[in-house]
């Protein structure tokens, strides 16, 4: 079974850093692109950012490029987004997420983590 | 405002059937898959359609998407009240190489 296990969201103030990670079981992490989406609370869900399954493309949306920086260790399992200059418009549950697509990504998400809060306030 | 646009609530009652839609353009829903997914409040987003109208297992079949041209549609029959929730359709912008979601459309069953 597909287990997607964020941490590292707390309260942090503005301006400050933060390191998202997310733990994959179930699968082969390896061979799977993934995403980093937020929702906000009262908004709709947003997509923050793609890692490829090599790690050697990333995407990202025009909100978070320049601050965010997404990464994966594929010898471990492991989704990363570390974040800088955070404003409070980055406040948000950040969830991690697999594309459907083996070895490929085409922008559709199967497996969903709980999310992570992140709470940016002085 | 969401370049995919989505009415932001729809309402029916318990065994009805309602229709959700999502508008996008040429570069995103006009040239790629469209995928919808749902989120009730307080748990994680759940994919319902892939590939425009694919189900995953343990999707039941109340749930339906269809695509034409740069729009798409998700259907679902026989409301129940644990469909109460937001629904979100998502594509890949060919053009802006992101991935989109539309605005969310919340689903009240009277």
């Known amino acids: 079974e597909v287990h997607l296990v964020e941490s590292g969201g707390v309260v942090v103030q503005p301006g400050g850093s933060l390191r998202l990670s997310c733990a994959a079981s179930?699968?082969?992490?390896?061979?799977?692109?993934m995403h980093w989406v937020r929702r906000a609370p009262g908004k709709g869900l947003e997509w923050v950012s793609l890692?490829?399954?090599?790690?050697?493309?990333?995407y990202y949306a025009d909100s978070v490029k320049g601050r965010f920086t997404v990464s994966r260790d594929n010898s471990k399992n492991s989704l990363f987004l570390q974040m800088n200059s955070l404003t409070t418009d980055d406040s948000a549950f950040y969830y991690c997420?697999?594309?459907?697509?083996?070895?490929?990504?085409?922008?559709?998400?199967?497996?969903w983590g709980q999310g992570t809060l992140v709470t940016v306030s002085s | 405002q969401s370049v995919l646009t989505q009415p932001p609530s729809v309402s029916a009652s318990p065994g009805q059937k309602v229709t959700i839609s999502c508008s996008g353009s040429?570069?995103?829903?006009?040239?790629?898959?469209v995928s919808w997914y749902q989120q009730v409040p307080g748990t994680a987003p759940k994919l319902l359609i892939y590939?425009?109208?694919k189900r995953p297992l343990g999707i039941p079949d109340r749930f339906s998407g269809s695509k034409s041209g740069t729009s798409a549609t998700l259907g679902i029959t026989g409301l129940q009240t644990g469909d109460e929730a937001d629904y979100y359709c998502?594509?890949?912008?060919?053009?802006?190489?992101?991935?989109?979601f539309g605005g969310g459309t919340k689903l009240t069953v009277l």
């Open positions: 997420a697999r594309d459907v697509f083996y070895r490929g990504f085409i922008g559709q998400i199967d497996y």
């Open positions: 179930g699968f082969a992490f390896g061979d799977y692109a």
């Open positions: 890692i490829s399954w090599f790690g050697d493309a990333t």
């Open positions: 040429s570069s995103n829903i006009g040239r790629n898959y």
């Open positions: 590939n425009n109208d």
């Open positions: 998502g594509t890949w912008d060919t053009n802006l190489s992101v991935v989109l």
